[in-house]
């Protein structure tokens, strides 16, 4: 009994904490829209580690994601006004950073993208794969890669999607958002964010595939 009462104790620490943080967050956002320029240097600080993580992990340059963090905060500064708090300020957050980050990605050279389906796996018309028999090579992984060299293959092959399935995988596999915030986020329905998951998935495994002497397949 001793132990679920502080456990119940515990949780509502927590649960209060939270609160707190998040009656904090609103105060701050309803300071910075009044002009508080205190309240947006506060905003930044708390902000600023998750915008640079995820421009990084997009562009993949440290420079690129510094200047990229720059716009993301001037156009919160700029666009304060019109958050209505209708949802999250992390949503809006992550909206903002993300049409920044695409929108840089567009200025590189398309030929940096690689064609997904030389990566995807093959079907013959009967809807077995093509290449048979199919080989579960996936636990393979740990003992013919080492964690680095496994993290620098993901990163070169993430680098290789279209800036919009980049942006989907990265927010699903690496910062956790759901569908539905993604979907948000990206200005994309569910079922799109759904159906480019599952494609930019294929291809990484197919890559890893490859990478491992394997039929995408």
Do not use: C
């Not at 209060?16 to 009044?34: P, T, V, Y």
């Not at 740990?142 to 980049?166: K, V, W």
């Not at 910062?175 to 079922?191: F, H, K, N, Y």
Request: net charge negative; no cysteine.
């Amino acid at each position: 009994m001793r132990g679920r009462q502080r456990g119940s104790e515990q949780a509502a620490v927590s649960a209060g904490s939270e609160q707190s943080a998040d009656d904090d967050e609103h105060l701050l956002i309803a300071q910075m829209k009044a002009g508080d320029h205190e309240a947006f240097d506060a905003l930044f600080q708390r902000h600023f580690p998750t915008v640079y993580r995820q421009a990084f992990r997009l562009v993949g340059n440290q420079a690129e994601a510094e200047e990229i963090v720059q716009e993301v905060f001037l156009t919160i500064y700029e666009q304060a006004k019109t958050f209505r708090g209708e949802s999250a300020f992390s949503t809006w957050l992550y909206s903002i950073t993300m049409n920044t980050d695409l929108t840089r990605l567009s200025r590189r050279r398309r030929t940096e993208e690689l064609p997904l389906d030389d990566y995807l796996p093959r079907y013959r018309g009967d809807g077995h794969h093509l290449v048979r028999p199919v080989v579960d090579w996936s636990n393979e992984l740990e003992g013919r890669l080492a964690a680095a060299e496994l993290s620098h293959l993901l990163q070169e092959a993430i680098a290789q999607l279209q800036p919009m399935d980049r942006a989907v995988v990265m927010l699903s596999d690496m910062e956790g958002l759901s569908d539905r915030d993604i979907s948000t986020a990206l200005g994309l329905t569910v079922p799109a964010v759904k159906a480019r998951l599952h494609r930019s998935r294929l291809f990484l495994r197919g890559k890893l595939a490859v990478s491992l002497g394997y039929s995408p397949s």
